[in-house]
């Protein structure tokens, strides 16, 4: 997995790392880690964890790792929203070179404003 985040103050920050899904009663448990690395800063360790739910026959329910709910993913129709007063997270997924896919991820607001890519692929 790697990742691009850029602010609108034209602060740069990357992740890589690795995401796994792992299969639990719950759904699938997303386990992220990596070294974020923040222009000017030392580079440090980073972890995030989501939950992986079905919703109807082709939809997923992401939750955070405490259970409380993220955002839906459907198929055709891979874009969301989260909001997180004041705060809006917009996502676009590309799914279309799977096993390759991407997020898109675009959060504006008063304490929050930047733009955010990863993209994930299978290791062998």
């Not at 850029?6 to 920050?13: K, P």
């Not at 990596?34 to 222009?39: E, K, M, R």
């Not at 739910?53 to 082709?58: A, I, L, S």
């Amino acid at each position: 997995m790697e990742r691009e985040i850029r602010h609108s103050s034209g602060d740069r920050a990357t992740l890589s790392g690795k995401a796994v899904l792992t299969r639990e009663e719950q759904g699938l448990h997303y386990h992220e880690t990596g070294t974020l690395t923040i222009d000017g800063q030392n580079p440090m360790q980073a972890e995030r964890r989501y939950i992986w739910t079905p919703v109807g026959r082709r939809g997923v329910q992401v939750l955070f790792e405490n259970g409380r709910a993220f955002h839906t993913i459907f198929p055709e129709s891979p874009q969301s929203r989260h909001d997180c007063a004041p705060d809006v997270y917009l996502v676009q997924y590309e799914f279309g070179a799977w096993p390759v896919w991407r997020s898109h991820w675009d959060v504006s607001g008063p304490k929050k404003a930047y733009k955010m890519t990863s993209c994930y692929s299978r290791v062998s």
